[in-house]
Each structure stands twice: as structure tokens, then as C-alpha cells.
């Protein structure tokens, strides 16, 4: 995260706003800043081009972050915006054009589920999306993205600055999973948490309803369990909850399987919620990888519902178990009341980062302020449940599952 | 179908009821007969012993059902109502015990999908069961089931004749693929489709917003498209549908993957419906068999999905295809509205006809008239989608598909 | 409703179609018609305008019907759709210009409530909108309104024919009430019922968490309570239902006050369902009319409660009423599953029967087939719940209500 | 709030919590304590009668708290537990019974709205209910209000503090308008945002389709205006935001008419949402109080609704407006994921609280914090919007409206 080298300075909308960014500010010193409307704007906004891409999977709320940065940037007196269809992708794919974007086309975007400009996984070279920003002659470009898609935006911003570009690269967030360090809280997965309740419920009817029924649903987590855990915990009907920061063996004495049997026996019904990155030490190892460049993970949920039948079989008691994938329908909604705040929030402040002049930066809520963070910080390592965390605990409690060794 | 040999009259609490019924009436002449209270009755209420019993899969409706028969009996003045647990099971398995039913057990139980009866697939032998009956001293037994449960009820009935037992065996049909014949609409088939919505809606956001995006939705339906069908209709966003009834070739010209081919070049997505039951000459042929009898069919959602994604890599297009089988998050919904009354009609209809002294029936609707059917006449075929109907010219219609052949 | 006198015949888009309309067909003889495509049309496609106009209230599925009737009028080949903005209002007010329609403006808006075209109550003189049909020179009029609206569209029928202007008015009635004669269903009414659900289970946790709790939902029903009859027996939570088809008095032994009062002593709660329209003879009559030319009710809903209210005031008792009044939130709703199907038959139909030269007609569902009706017919009366029916007795078993006489 | 004078120390069943409670602990040093489970508790489990009270109006997620109170009893080995129907009135009132709780018992409960218990307003005086504590031999109180019943709560601690009874004494705030002192957030407030989006969609899409139409929405917010900002904020669908705690003026040159008439001339329609409280000063007052105790406030709303309609017809302009209050259909919701889990953690700490000896205090949520807090210091006065707050500024961003002065 850097301010741009050579800024012109202008008399920003929003007066009131905080102190001016001071260029030469050592981001070792202040590595991250109070988000918002600055004083004096680096950019004349008549002049400038704004660019929006969105990438990866879907995520409820896409649509809304959009929406709020084409409002703030009108806001400012921008009058060139465009969307970039179909990811980083729209920058060199044949045949994808810019789409203008202005208040009259989002204004209801945020009424429905998936992301209006499309996104895809995966990419060109850096060299080749920067070749695209200088020939389209982008200013500010707007980056909501997972992991990967940050990494991404960091390299357009490092590629533009060697370039000496005045370009603003902004990234938002975007991971259902809520799994970015030091932000209290992503995008979407209010959202998807609450979607999730649905198809908990479902498996709770179906199990409940069936003589010996298990119901086993899979959330999104690739490497945090945060949605499988937030689920659980708000459905108050799960029985086991599976995520990936916590082990856990299925076969033995205090195995998953020999937990089941007893709750089967007791209870007569059974709810698991499994995260999609849980138990991987169990499960065959693979080295491919999506396009994003994500590890394509062993599918737990599956291995876990023919284990678990397998196991019943083999012992000969009956078990009727019913696997629910909900994912894609998760995905694919529109943000709740409170993502979409979110969404507001975070979409705006992206827009203020870039008239403040920072690039490589990303929007975020940390510890309950909306800061400016420097994208290579967030994109170290994912954000993970803390075992020992009091919300872990209650989980336990909730649920109340033993430890599974 | 029949009414019970030797019958007891009782004055009929709701005397200003249709024609009593006449015990010797032919079946054959009046194979069908108006639904409702009668003037006679042929049981003493305070003496019945009612038990209800609910059998296969899960269906929106079915706590409905049981509730309105619960309150329909009280009416009548029946005291001693049980709910038998699991389906067939609860007649003979050990440690089910029958659960006694009363307006204030069952009056809030339609708020919540499944049922509070617990349901199974397949069962004991019919003389196991009737001895059972025997012996739990049961003079009404109510089943909600399908065809399978049907046929169960029946062989009951015939057995309970045959050994002079006076019980009246009724059923209820749950179906939620609408597939009865003789019947205008079966309970749950509404809900069902209603909810699919919500499944065919993610996929269309998916498809839209990803880079030739396909949207694969599975619908219930083993051998009949009707949910399918209305669904497509319905949600006007479906651009083919698949179903039992009408053959198709996926290769070759005309075959559905060439026109998903032009569908990803013109519109640049596609959303795709199949009933579980379609293209089955397409899949290898299994001889399995649930516990209800129903022969295990290959799952064509599986197979198209594996198919597109197959032709689309051998072809060199990138297409990227999202999957979502929502089978049991629309199964375990509670019923809408319309099926609620649905659902109060046919289950006070049930508890009219067992008083009326009919065994062997089945309590539907049948052009737009509240019925009772003898149970063998509706089990010969499933009812399926007439492809020269205008219903399904309309789905064409809407979903602008060719004749894949 | 006549066919136009000067047909020119062309080739029908769909020669499979039923019976070529006889243009001098006795309406006397056959009033009723069979709708759907014919094998001759009457207008050259590519030389039709065509205008959409809704008029009155709102109610789901409006869009659902401009949207079927636009990608209807495409598949025949119209180039030229138009939409006339807020109701016949559309055609003089200075200012408001017509929308020009086509798939890809209307693709989407079936996925919210309301009219995309605006709708407004009453209108100019029947002269002055044929002087603006001809100035515009429409050639087909679609108008998706309620009994005045119908009346509107007859007038306007009956002056083009006498200035011997080739113009098919064609209407699709819109009531939520579902009060039109000869109609089975008109669309919106199974939303609207569906969605009333929400205020009464509102209705019933508030009445049933307070102490003497009294939950009343008002629900639309001018001249009819089938919303309110349907809603009361599909919620089974209902204890009072009161429409206008059924006469009860407040006061007195046998009035609703006192079977409120033993209700809240036995009970401890009580759930109330009133038809706006409901006991008018209760009321001080007003001879006010709204733009629409309707009478303007007084509102029952809100004399119940303060009768009610003064009622346990005078006699000391104590009692918590909670007022839902759900309308707006009701009406504004889209399209639920069924009716979205409804919709498009209906809004198909009703182009199929402008290009077979029909005018005057309405397009519904009359015993299960679809039909065209003309307008005169249908507006003679709105259409009243039976108070003899087994659908109003059925409600009155699940209320458990006394004659309130 | 303060410790049990006499404490008897018993060995946690949850060793591993945090430190123990100082008895001696002074309140001003430390008047807010981390909330959760201690190393050493006060009561013998066994030996404990634990009531349960939940008073005032209803609100999301009363039923969540009940029965994680419960659950967390049980937890801690305790039998006794009761519900006191009604609220306080339970206490007095002939006739109304404890109800027996556990976990069978409120398993399910957290699935529909309202409160399991009943509530009520207002009450007794202390001294009488401070008898029955003791008649019933209550050890634990847990009172489950708003600002009302949190004194009352007090005045009980403070009353059987006086009578040296060792009875703990520990409320959960309940107000769905969040506006308790030092409190993030309360349960029920981010379900009813949710929930509100419903009614101010309703609002926008009858506003959107009427020819200057004006929707009007009314949500609750006495004196406080955090539910109609949030919901304002999140719909993005708001013209114009009104709350209690920023004064403005209707009529004038810079009036909420002046500029209601300038949307309707430039955009056509307009969005409106007022928190029952607002524009106070605009009302005539009134001195009256309901049962609890709190000022009877005029209803804004309606005086609102009127002043807009007699404005538009003073100056002859068409306006065509819409009136949505939606509070019990927003307050009977069940609450949604995001507040289930607060009130988890809420209901379990409010347990953890008692068994630790304190009473008198309340549970909440403090700066991010689970913490519990001396009742007397979060009544004082409710928690209002700042409108110099960030929060607020968005919400004047996003509606776009001027300082109405």
C-alpha cells in the first residue's frame, strides 16, 4: 500500500473530513488508516476513469459494493465508469466490452443475488491487465476480490507504480468465508450464515422425520470454519460441528462415527455440519489447483456421507442419512440488512481511498473502525477460528459434541 | 374399495350432510363418490380407536394432514387417537411406541415441514401388520403415502376383510412429484414447486454472472415432470427442461449439448431443468430396489452434469457449470397456503369417509371435486405429463427449446 | 366483444392452433370461447402497434402479465410495444410518454412487485383516449385492470368500432380479490393469500404472548372475503373470520363481542380475520367515490377495533388489541409460483386473441379451461363467496365460530 | 448491582473460566465485569428454583434467551426451573400458574416468534412481588425487559437485598429499538432492520407505481432513531429519514414538504421513513403513560401521513401516498441468525452472572465485549443516534435529503 508518487492536489467534496494523507506517510509507522473522506483529493474528478472488476466465486453483496461505488464516485462528480465483465478476464478476452455504469443502470442491482458485471476465476499476466488499464486509460481501479484477486491487485499496483502510473488500485474483500486477517467481519457471510439456517433446518426436518435420520450439511470454509460454526451455533440444532482449524478422527473409540452411534441411540436423530476444508488430514491429498490458484481441496462432505454409511452398513444398524450442499444457493443471494450496510460502508470508503491518493490498499472493518489496510498484509494467511476462542467453546456447548481423539 | 360388511348406523354429527352412503352399493357403476360428511355413520365414536400412520419420503403438507384428521376426529367425538411412529416400522419394530394425538399435540405441528410422525420406507409383512392392528385393537387406520404405502393400505384392507375385521383403512396420496392418477393435484406438488424457485433462481444468478455460465437445477420426478415442468414455467428464466416423458438425445446435431453449444455463443448462459427421472434410456438400467419397492433409478443429474462438463472440455470452450440438487431443502418445507387447504380438505375428507364406513379408498381431488377413489384403481400407473398437452407447449414456449432429436 | 369487421387474414405463427375464428360468429350462440392461438391472424405482425396500459391498484403478478404479453407479441413478430404510463392517465396527461417495450426491457421485471409501468385509479373520457389510440395509431390495446378498468377497456372497444377503427381491445382482469364472475381464479389472489399468512401468524404470536391478547388482520375483500376465507382456513389459526357476503352483529347474546369474551375466558386469546368490506350494514354509509368510480368503504377493520377495544373498556375486562392491517405490503408482493404460471397463460392468451381479431374480450379461466369472455359479461357483478358452499363451511369448522345472529 | 452479601462457594462446573468473583469487589473501581462462567459459583444447583420473566412488548429472540436460560440450567445441574406467565402481572395475577421449563420443554421454541411465557406491561408493587419470590422460594430471577422492567428488577435486588434474601436478581435488555446505554447492540434490533426492508420495499414499489406516489413507512424508535437509520441505510431505498433525535421542520421554504414536492417533480416519487418518535416537538403532547410507565408518545406517523395529504391538496398537486406501519408484523419475527447467537451468549451469560452471585445486573455486549453491568447505570437515559456520528452521515448521504430547517 502506497500513496501515489506525484499527486495534484484539489479541493475535496467533503471538507469535513479527516486530515489530509500525508504522501510521504511511513506505512511502517501508521500501517493502517482511519477510512473515510480526506480534506484535499488527488484527482480531478471530471477527469478521471474509474474501472470495477469483481473475481472469484460469488458472494452475497457483490452487487451492493458495486452500487456504492458508482453512487460515491458520482457523488465526487465522476463521470467515466465503467465495469470490467467477467473478472480480470474482461481485460484482454476478445469480444467483452467495458460496460458504463452510472446511478440509473445500479440503482436495483442490489435487489438481486450475483454480481451484475459477471466474474470469473483466474487471470492474465500482470503486464498484459496493465498493457489493457494504460490503453483504456484507467485512473482508479476497483478490485473485489478473494485472496487470490488481491494478490492480483497488488501486482497491477506494483506493475503501475514501476510504470510510474498514477493509478489508484483499491481492493474490497471478498471472502463468504470471513476469513481475512485482522477484519472483523467480510461481506456476505452475515448473509450466508443466515441462508445457511435453511438448509440446516432442512437436514433437521429430514432427520428428525426419519427412523435413525442423520442429516448432514455442507457449508462453505475452505481453510475456516467460521460459517460452519456461526451456523451451528445460531441454528441451536446442530449436534456436530466439523471445521477445519479443529482435528478430529471418525474411526475409534472417541471417533466422530462411535458419537454418532450413541447419539442415534439415544436421541434417535442426529445434525452435522461439516466446514468443506474440515478434515483434510483424512482425506487423500491432491496438488491441483482452480484457476484462482486455490488448492482444489478433497470434497469432505462427500467423503464423510459414504463413511458415515459405509460405518452403519458395516455394523448392520440402520441409518438414513440425507447430504444437503446448499453452497451455490448461499452464494447466490442478495445481501441481508446488514451485509448490505456493510457493503455501503465499505464501498464508499473504497472510493475515498482512491481520491485520498493510496493505491494497493484494501477496505476493511477492523476491530470495530473501517480502515485502510495494505493489501500484502491481509493476504498472508488466512484468517482461522481460534480453538480456544470463547465462540469456539459455545459452540461446543451448543452443540455439545465431545473432543473427537 | 368397499364399505365395511356389517355396519353399525350412528346418527351423523353433521346431519345436514350428503346422501348416506348405501353399503351395497357397486363399485363398478359408482366407482367414484363425492367426498364429505354422511347423514349415517357406522361407528360410535367414543368407541373408535384411530390410529395415523405416515409412510415414504418426505412431502410439504404431511403434519397438515395429520392435524386436520387429529381435529377432524375430535369433532366427531373420537377420544382415542395414536400417531403410529416410522411409517409401517412402528407396527412391528421394538421399542416405537404409538403416541397418543389430541388438538393440543398436534396444534401448531403444520408450522414445521417433515413429520411429527416419523416417516420410513417399506415395511413388514401384510399379516404382521394387521395382526398388530389386531391386537392395538385399531378400528380406523388413516395412511398418508405414496404408491407403495398405497398398495400397503390396500393388502391391509383386503387382509382386515378377510379375516371380518371392521376396520376402515383410509389413505391420504403424498405425492410430492403430482403424479396420482385421477387426481387434479396432489399435496406438496405446490409447495414444491413454489420452493424450487428459489433453487432455479441461484442458478440462474450463477450462470448469469459467471463466464459462459451453465445453471443445472435437479427437480424431483421419477417418472413424471410435472414439478419440472411447472417450475420452468413458473420461473421463466429456464432455457430447457427435461423430463420423463419426453425422450431426447444429448449428442449428435440436434442434441441438447449442440444447443447448449449455441446458447453459450448467443446468450452467453443457460439454465438448465431436469427431472430426476429424465433420460433414463440414456443411463445404464440398475434392477435395484428401495425398501419401498421402487426401483432405484440412475441419477440423470449426475450424468448431464458429467456430460456438459465433459463436452465442453473435449471441445475446447470454456463453459463453467454450477450443480444444485435441492432435493430435501424442498421436500422438508412446510406447505404454502394452497396446499394447506388442500391439505385441510382431504384430511377432514379422510376422516368423513372412514366414518361413512368406506375401507380401501383414497381421499383426492379430481376435476376440481373432492373424492374418494378405491385405492386399486389409482395405483395401476403413475399420471404423467401429456407432451402433446398445453402445458407443456407452454414450457416450451417459455423456454424457446427445439426437439432434440 | 366482437371480432373486428374487416379482417385481413394472414398466416397464423402457429398453424397447429384450434379453430379459425368465425368472424361473424354469434356471441349469443357461443359466448364464451376457447382461448389460445388460432390458424389465421388478422393483423400483419410487423405492421401492429401494440400498447400495454395498467390500470387501479396494484396486485402480483402485473409485470408477470406485461412481460408474457411483450415476449408474446414478439414471438408473432411485433416490432412495436408500448407501454402507456399510470393507467389511462397515460394517454392525455401532458408529460408522460410511452415506454417502448421489448424482451430485453422486460426480461427481469416479473422479479418485483408493482406495475413497470405505473399504474393510476380513474381516468379521462372514453372519446379522448380513442383520440389519443388513433393519434398513436395502436392497433391493439391490452388493459390489465379491475371491473372499472374493464368497463374502461369495453367503452373504449365500443367507440373504436363506432369511428370504424380496426383496434383489438383486450383486457386481463386484475383483482386480488378473485371476486370476478364466470373466473375460477384471478391472478394475484393465491399471493395475496399466501402472503396474508405472514399478518396472521403476526396477529397470532402477539395475541397469543399477551395476556387476553386479541390479534385482528384486515384483509382486502371489497364485496368479497375470498382472501379472507382462504387465509382464515389456510392458517388454521384463525377464531373469528368475518366477510361481507355474511351478516353478523357486534352486540347482543349471539354478537361477536361476547364470543370474543369467551373466548379470552376459555382460551385465554383470540385471532380475528375481517374482509375490508365486512359488516358495511354496521357502518355509517358514504356515498363517496374514489377516481376509480368505486364506493368508498368505510373501513371495517378499524371500527372493529375500537368497538372492541371500548368494549372490554366498558365491561372492566382486560384485553390487548394488536391491529394488522397488511395491505399495501400484501399487494406489492410478486408473483408467487402458481400465479406466475396464471400469468403467463393469460397474458399469451390474451395476444392470441387480439390477433384473432377479437376485441371487447377478457381473457381468464372459467372450470379449468382457459377462455375468452366478453367484457360485458363479467362486469355485470363481482363475484361473492357462497355462504352455502363447503369452502365457507369448511372455514367456519376451522374457526369454530357461531352465527353471530 | 452488586455480589450476594452471603455467598456459599461451590466448585464450578466450568473450572476453567475466568477469575472468581471478588464479593468485595467495589462497583466503582470496577462497575462493568467480563461476562461469563466462574471457578467457583454460589449456589448448589441442586438446591436452586430459577425463574424466568419476560415483560414489557415482544420483541425477535425472546424465545432464544428463554431457552438458553434454560438450557445453561440445566447445564449447571439445576432442576427447578419456571416461567412466570405474563410478566410481572405472573407474579400476582389469580390464576396464571409457574409453568415448568426444561429442555424438552423449550427445545423448539426459538423457531417462532413472540415469547413462550407471555408478557405484559407494568405490574405490581415491589413489596408484592418480592412476597411471592419468597413464597415461591426464587433463588434466581431472571427478567428478561426494557428500560421499564430493568427497574423493577432493581427495585426487586434492592427489596430482597433489604430483606436479606439471598435471590440473584439478573436481567437481559430487551428493546428491539437498541437503545440501551454502553450497549452495542441488543437482540431483536438487527431482525427487525431485516424485517423492515420487507415494509419499506413494500413502500417503494407502491410508490414507484403510482403516479407521485409517496410511501410512507413507519418503524419503531421512541426516542431513538437506530432502527429507521439502519433500515433506511440498508434499504437504499429511503428519500427522506426522520428520527427523534434530529429536530426538523415540515413546513417552509426548507421544510420535509418543500422537498417532498421537489422529488415528486424531479424523480416522480419518493420514499419516506420516520421513527415513531420523531418530531415530537411538531405534536401536540400529551401527559399520559402507558402501563409500564413510559410517556405515551403522539404517532408521528399518522400525523405525518395527514400533513403530506392536506399539503398536496392545499396546493392542488397530485400525491398519491401510501402508509405502511409494520411494527407487530416486524416485532412478532423470530429472530434471525446474527441476533440468535447474541442472545446465546446473552442467555448463557445471564446464568453464568447468577451463579457467580451477582444480582442486580444486567447482560450485554460492551465495545465488542460480553460483560455485565450494574442495572441502575444503563437506565439512566436511553442511547441516542449521534447525529454527528459517521452512521448518520452515511444515512443522509444515501437518502440524498437536506437540513430540514
Known amino acids: 500500500m502506497s500513496t501515489l508518487n506525484k499527486v495534484i492536489k484539489y479541493a475535496s467534496p467533503n471538507s469535513a473530513g479527516a486530515e489530509c494523507i500525508d504522501p510521504d506517510c511511513s506505512w511502517v509507522e501508521h500501517w493502517v488508516h482511519r477510512a473515510g473522506p480526506r480534506k484535499e483529493i488527488y484527482y480531478e474528478p471530471e477527469e478521471v476513469k474509474a474501472a470495477i472488476v469483481t473475481c472469484g466465486g460469488l458472494c452475497p453483496g457483490l452487487n451492493d459494493v458495486i452500487r456504492q461505488i458508482v453512487f460515491t464516485l458520482e457523488t465526487y462528480g465522476v463521470k467515466n465508469i465503467v465495469g470490467i465483465p467477467f473478472g480480470y478476464r474482461g481485460f484482454f478476452e476478445k469480444g467483452l466490452k467495458e460496460m458504463p455504469l452510472s446511478r440509473d443502470v445500479v440503482e436495483n442491482i442490489n435487489l438481486s443475488g450475483g454480481s451484475f458485471l459477471g466474474v470469473s476465476r483466474g487471470g492474465a499476466q500482470t503486464s498484459e491487465i496493465v498493457d489493457s488499464i494504460q490503453a483504456r486509460r484507467i485512473d ?22 514501476k510504470r510510474k502510473l498514477k493509478v489508484s488500485v483499491v481492493a474490497v474483500p471478498k471472502t463468504i468465508d470471513n476469513d481475512i486477517l485482522f477484519m472483523d467481519k467480510t461481506f456476505g457471510f452475515d448473509t450466508a450464515v443466515e441462508e445457511a439456517q435453511r438448509a440446516i433446518n432442512s437436514a433437521y ?23 460452519a460454526m456461526h451456523a451451528s451455533l445460531s441454528s441451536g440444532q446442530i449436534d456436530i460441528c466439523l471445521i477445519p482449524e479443529v482435528s478430529f478422527t471418525l474411526d475409534g473409540e472417541h471417533g466422530v462415527l462411535q458419537h454418532l452411534e450413541h447419539l442415534l441411540n439415544t436421541k434417535g436423530f442426529c445434525v452435522i455440519c461439516v466446514a468443506e476444508g474440515a478434515g483434510q488430514d483424512l482425506l487423500q491429498k491432491s496438488n491441483a489447483t482452480d484457476a484462482s490458484g486455490n488448492v482444489i481441496l478433497s470434497d469432505f462432505g462427500v467423503h464423510m456421507q459414504q463413511k458415515v454409511k459405509k460405518h452403519f452398513k458395516d455394523i448392520g444398524v440402520p441409518a438414513d442419512l440425507k447430504y444437503i450442499d446448499p453452497t451455490y444457493m448461499v452464494r447466490a443471494c442478495r445481501a441481508n440488512a446488514s451485509d448490505a450496510i456493510l457493503c455501503t460502508v465499505l464501498g464508499q470508503n473504497a472510493v475515498h481511498g482512491a481520491f485520498a491518493g493510496f493505491s494497493g490498499i484494501t477496505s476493511g472493518v477492523c476491530n470495530t473502525h473501517y480502515v485502510y489496510l495494505p493489501i500484502p498484509e491481509v493476504i498472508t494467511a488466512p484468517k482461522h477460528v481460534n480453538p480456544n476462542s470463547r465462540m469456539w467453546h459455545r459452540c461446543l456447548t451448543s452443540t455439545g459434541q465431545p473432543d473427537f481423539h
Do not use: D, W
Open 205 to 227: 426436518i429430514e432427520a428428525r422425520s426419519a427412523y435413525h435420520g442423520i442429516g448432514l450439511v455442507k457449508l462453505m470454509g475452505r481453510s475456516s470454519g467460521f460459517i
Open 140 to 161: 482508479m481501479l476497483f478490485v473485489i476480490g478473494g485472496n487470490g484477486s488481491h494478490a492480483g491487485a497488488n501486482a497491477i499496483h506494483e506493475e503501475c507504480r
